[in-house]
């Protein structure tokens, strides 16, 4: 570890569209070490790529970041003593490092154009050699160099990978060794002295004093480049950070998650209703687990409970149905006021209500009969509809399901024993309809009050329909039920 008493966790995301599942467990697992370790978590932009990560999409990353309530202590919007933490911000330092590796022969410049590198690239892949730059600019001549510059060549910046292996202790994995016979001299800066992500990245952590970095396993082939920067850089093993390098995230197909198999975008998430805590909830569980069985943890637990040991460097699964289910259950323990304060915009964005106080309170009254009900956010505009909707009609595919005799038996016994009703709430209204749908006419509760569901709510999906009776309010209920008879 390096020798630096408090834990420094970075999140490094190269955001070229929103970020996804993948990215966001990386997120939550760096934040959740460092709070948990009383640390410092610093959010680093990786964005030398200006064609590929547009600054739309950085700011896509932080408000999603801020969605989920993973709150950072150094980087974008907050600063730090170690800024700026934007790497496109930050081009002169690696140019200079990168200067200074050539001038200490650790770095080489090489002329090879792409055309030659594939071409030799294609020969090692016939002789089953591993492909890989093949060191042949490592030591040119002076005449050589000159030849090529006169020809126009302009040189990328390589470093050089010393004969041997790296060997280094990965916190999830063990211990992880590399023969640098597979890791080949790599280029740190291109022709036009932009750098690559080994050399930024590795510049980076060294310059945050980052302690820790946890990230995904899909760069743990990355880690001895940049351990190789490390020593370029003048540092001793005790001082290199510690790396955990977190378990693949793996589709339904068993396939890395991606796009093709059902990855979607953070945002995806927010817009279809699902809690900030949900993701976080579910996402912990895929590499992690507090330790017994338990799946509904809060953010504090989180915090209490996250050490590296209990990550697991077996592959975990991404399951839909299971961040459905705990969305669901997160929806159900939420407060009145927070599930209200959840619930608006959605309705409002579908137009269910404008937002008015008369709205909001007839909301806030419809709510808990729906809490139980629903799995995400989105389900709430169809179910509330119901009470605002200004021309009410039955939907075109459930009219046929109340014309037939038995459904209009149903709605003729239901009108005559409810009008009379003084007291109207739900107990009063399931009390007669009870008594005279299901009691006296010997219906099964289902056929009984299906019509009922339709004729008043439009649809056969519905909140529980004696509460729905008692919201709509007896007016619209009677005449909505009479609209069912007379079709
Ligand atoms: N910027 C890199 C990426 O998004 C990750 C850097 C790192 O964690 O080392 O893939």
Not at 134 to 158: F, N, T
Not at 213 to 231: A, C, F, H, K, N
Not at 379 to 385: C, D, H, R, S, T
């Amino acid at each position: 570890m390096a020798n630096n008493s408090e834990v420094r966790v970075r999140f490094a995301p190269s955001p070229t569209g929103d970020l996804h599942v993948g990215n966001i467990r990386t997120a939550l697992f760096d934040w959740a070490y460092a709070r948990h370790t009383g640390g410092k978590l610093i959010f680093r932009i990786e964005d030398t790529d200006k064609e590929r990560v547009t600054d739309e999409y950085i700011q896509a990353a932080i408000q999603s970041l801020k969605w989920l309530g993973l709150d950072w202590d150094e980087g974008p919007e907050v600063g730090g003593e170690y800024g700026p933490y934007l790497q496109s911000e930050r081009l002169d330092i690696y140019s200079q490092w990168s200067q200074k590796f050539l001038d200490q022969g650790d770095a080489y410049y090489c002329y090879c154009s792409s055309e030659e590198l594939e071409e030799r690239r294609q020969v090692q892949m016939k002789n089953n050699k591993a492909p890989g730059y093949d060191g042949k600019c490592r030591d040119l001549s002076d005449a050589q160099i000159e030849q090529y510059k006169s020809a126009g060549r302009k040189p990328v910046v390589r470093m050089r990978m010393p004969n041997g292996e790296t060997i280094f202790t990965d916190l999830i994995r063990g211990e992880v060794k590399f023969e640098h016979e597979f890791v080949p001299d790599f280029v740190l800066a291109r022709a036009d002295g932009s750098p690559l992500y080994t050399l930024a990245v590795a510049v980076d952590d060294v310059l945050m004093k980052i302690t820790h970095v946890l990230r995904g396993e899909d760069l743990l082939s990355s880690t001895p480049r940049q351990i190789r920067v490390y020593q370029a850089m003048g540092l001793t093993p005790a001082q290199y950070p510690v790396f955990a390098h977190l378990p693949f995230v793996m589709g339904q197909d068993n396939a890395k998650l991606s796009k093709r198999n059902g990855e979607v975008s953070i945002n995806w998430y927010r817009e279809h209703g699902y809690l900030p805590e949900a993701i976080c909830n579910y996402l912990a569980l895929l590499g992690w687990s507090p330790g017994d069985d338990k799946e509904n943890i809060s953010m504090t637990e989180l915090v209490q409970l996250f050490t590296i040991e209990r990550v697991n460097s077996s592959p975990a699964r991404f399951d839909p149905k299971k961040l459905e289910a705990i969305n669901g259950d997160k929806i159900r323990a939420l407060t009145l006021d927070k599930f209200l304060e959840w619930a608006l915009p959605f309705l409002i964005k579908e137009k269910v209500i404008t937002g008015t106080p008369e709205e909001i309170a007839i909301v806030k009254s419809a709510l808990p009969i729906i809490q139980e009900r629903i799995i995400t956010l989105a389900e709430i505009p169809a179910m509330l509809n119901f009470l605002f909707v200004k021309d009410f009609v039955v939907a075109p595919d459930e009219l046929p399901k109340i014309k037939d005799e038995g459904s209009q038996q149903v709605l003729m016994v239901a009108l005559a024993k409810i009008e009379p009703l003084s007291t109207w709430n739900h107990t009063s209204i399931e009390e007669v309809l009870r008594s005279a749908l299901i009691d006296e006419l010997g219906l099964k509760p289902r056929i009984a009050f299906s019509a009922l569901r339709i004729a008043v709510t439009g649809s056969h999906i519905s909140p529980p329909l004696f509460e729905s009776l008692e919201l709509l309010g007896k007016e619209r209920s009677i005449a909505r039920i009479r609209a069912g008879i007379s079709k």
